[in-house]
Structures are given as structure tokens and as C-alpha cells.
């Protein structure tokens, strides 16, 4: 007997060893983080099965093939669709419930914590009409060659599974060509992930340009009496703060905590130390745009409802943007880092905004000189190829995109997310997909310039 279960423990001890082993590739993540990997799954399942469903109008299978293509343990989530309420619940096999709900105008949330604020905000829409983009939703001046070119791109990738869903071109202020993937539409919102970082600077810009009176002098937040004090707003737009934020996308990680796990998406970061001096050293942090979300939420007197107000009237509307949701958090500040929904016309129109330097309409939205100083290199020693929460071409020893002008920069988001500003060619290409690994930018866009 006690052979045998000398015998059981010996197997029973193996398999615990082969699942240790095997699940960082079976699951996507080590055992010894199973709790966080739980939350973060059910965080992620809730939020973007939410924002699929009431934002983009995707099926439950859609939904959970993008999340699937983050780990294999998502096919497991359990996502419950209560169209009633506009809400979504997720559990992964039983354990860690978690919600989000939907509200028309600021999209969804996690329901974490007290979020009885966001209940009374009302959000106005953008009503577009139909005169020829980019004021209007009509498009008479497609390229006829280019448009075929332009669907050519779209079949090859989605033959080759890069699941491109929204291709556009821009070419002098006009939009010249459009291709959409299945079920997707000239309207239809879809996730920018990190691209909305540039949006977020532009947000920065316009209150800038409303309220130049505004002391941007040390410390930017009131609590940041200590070294942190001497981190500039340009500090935080270039991503040399500073501070240290893990961006890995681990469970545990701050960058898990802050999008699946927190009330205050910025408050993660706002409790961030600092790893190098201010303006030295490159890092590439998703909290440091929630920072630059909040530092504008508190400028405009901390209230959602003024917050949400400021973007409409300010950014929207101006750009005739019907399409665009800017997700909150459970608090009511922006989520700046990667929760903004627009279709592909509207993320061509944030393209030319900074394409007319800023101008729109032949009135002025960005202060004078913010679209140059933002497409500059910044001054770490380490990587200046990002100006102010956009990626450059050039500026450093080499082209991020060879096959691209040198002047060319970009917002760039996860699953392979791109708008190129092309100020020589005076171009700019929105592609939207949900990729799981590399996607050839450079190799399609340049098949798109003039």
C-alpha cells in the first residue's frame, strides 16, 4: 500500500511539474500567477466583450476570437451579454467575476468601486452630414486606381490572416480610397489601443490653445512634493519622466493592474517613483499617458461631466468626429493610454488635423508650433525616435519604416493599429486590424504614397 502511494504522489508531483511547465505556452501565463492571471482575463474579457458588443456591434464569436489572441485561456472565459442593461460579466471557469457596463457617450466600464458618477453624465452627439469628408460622411473624390490597389492590400492580408478590417487613404485633405473587411463599415468604431495616446496629447494641445493661462510649472500634481516635482508636462509627453512603470503585459504587471484592475487608471502611475532623471532616459509607459489624462481632468475641475463636455465641444465636434467614443474610468477620467473607439475616417481626421498643422477648417485648433515640436525627436540618450506621445521615422540612427519618407511619424497601437502623418507626401493612412504578430506597415503603406 504504501508503495502505491508513494507511486501516486510521485505522478500526481509530475503532472504539477509538467502543468508549471507547460503553462506559460498552453496558457499564456505561469501557474504561479494564476489569481492575477484570473482577474486579469475576466477584467479584459468584461471590458472589451463590452465595448465589442456596444460600440462595434461584434458577435459574441468575434469577441472572443480578440480575446483569444491574447492567451488560449480566454476561449475559456464564460461572457454573459445582458443587452437590457448594457452590460457584460465575465468568469474564467467559475472564479473571477467581473463586469462592465455601458453608457451611450462615454462606452464601457469596469464596474469597479463606486462608479455612481458616471451615471448622471450626459453626452451630446456629433451629427455629421453629408458634404464630402472631412466634414461631412460623402467621399466623391476616390482614385479609382488607388482604391484598387488599396482593396488588393486588404485581400492579401486577410489571406494571410492579418485580419485587417479598415484601410483608408488620405491624399491633400481628400479622402481617395477606402477598404473595409467584413462586417465593418465606414462608421463603425474600432479599437485604436495605444493610438489614442495621440489623441491624448492633442486633448493636452487644445486646452492649451483654450486656456493659455494655464501654470504648467512644477509639480504638475499637487502631491508630487518630492523629486517628482521637477517632471515637466513635456517630460510626460515624451515619455522621459522618469518614473517607474512596468509596461509588461503580465499578469501583476502595472500594466495589467491599470487597464483590468483599478478605479483610477492614472493613480497607478501617480504612486510611481523615480528610476532616472526627468527628461533623460526614454520609457515607454502606458501610465504616463493616464498621467496626461488626469493632469487635463483636473485642469478642467475634476468632474466628468466637464470633462467629457471639454472633448465633445473641443475635439469632436469642431472635427465633425461622429464616430469617436473616449472610454472613462471608473472615475471619470479618460483611460488616454488605449481605450478610444473611432472609425477609420475619424482617426484619418485626427491624421489631418496634424497634417494642416493644427489647423482645421482654416481656423486654428493646436497652439503654434506644438505639431512641429511634436513630430520632433526628444533628448534621451536612449531612443529619441517619439515626440509627443507619436513614434518618429526618423531622428535616430536609423528609419523605424525604411520604405518611408524620413519625416513621416505615426500613432501606433497594439495588434498592429497604425495612422501615418506624411507631411512630404501630404498623406495619411489609417489601417485598423486586430494582427496578432507583425504587420508589414512600411511594405504596404509605400505602396499608397503619390
Known sequence: MKKIILSLLVVIAALILALALLAPRLLGFSIAELGNAVRVSTGMGAKLACSGRYLSGFDHTRNLNDLASYSPANRLLDLHYDDQAGRVTATLMGMGETSATFRPGLGCTLDIGDTSALDGVTVASVVASQAPWPHGNSAPDIIPSLQETLDDILRQDNSAGLNTRALVVIQDGKLVA???????????????????????????????????????????????????????????????SGLAFD?????????????????????????????????????????????????????????????????????????????????????????????????????????????????????????????????????????????????????????????????????LGNREQAVMISPSTRTVVVRLGWTRGDYPTGKNFARLLP
Open 178 to 240: 477606402e477598404s473595409y473587411g467584413e462586417k465593418i463599415a465606414p462608421q463603425t468604431p474600432l479599437l485604436g489601443w495605444s493610438m489614442g495616446k495621440s489623441l491624448t496629447a492633442i486633448l493636452v494641445a487644445r486646452l492649451q490653445a483654450v486656456q493659455p493661462e494655464i501654470d504648467i510649472s512644477s509639480p504638475l500634481f499637487p502631491h508630487w512634493q518630492d523629486e517628482r516635482r521637477r517632471i515637466s508636462l513635456e517630460n510626460l509627453l515624451q515619455m522621459t
Open 247 to 411: 509596461e509588461t503585459y503580465a499578469p501583476g504587471s502595472d500594466a495589467t493592474k491599470m487597464l483590468f484592475g483599478a478605479h483610477s487608471a492614472s493613480d497607478i502611475a501617480m504612486q510611481s517613483p523615480l528610476a532616472h532623471p526627468p527628461g533623460e532616459y526614454f520609457s515607454y509607459s502606458s501610465g504616463t499617458t493616464n498621467l496626461l489624462a488626469r493632469w487635463v481632468y483636473d485642469q478642467l475641475g475634476a468632474r466628468p461631466q466637464t470633462n467629457v463636455d471639454f472633448f465633445q465641444q473641443q475635439i469632436l465636434t469642431p472635427l465633425a468626429m461622429s464616430n469617436t467614443t473616449f472610454e472613462v474610468d471608473a472615475s471619470g477620467v479618460f483611460v488616454g493610454s488605449s481605450y478610444i473607439y473611432a472609425s477609420a475616417r475619424d482617426w484619418a481626421r485626427l491624421g489631418l488635423l496634424m497634417l494642416n498643422d493644427g489647423d482645421w477648417n482654416g481656423a486654428p485648433l493646436l497652439p503654434e508650433g506644438w505639431v512641429s515640436a511634436a513630430s520632433q525627436p526628444n533628448t534621451s540618450t536612449n531612443e529619441p525616435r517619439y515626440g509627443y506621445q507619436f513614434w518618429l521615422n526618423g531622428g535616430g540612427e536609423t528609419l523605424r519604416f525604411p520604405e518611408l519618407p524620413e519625416d513621416s511619424y505615426f500613432m
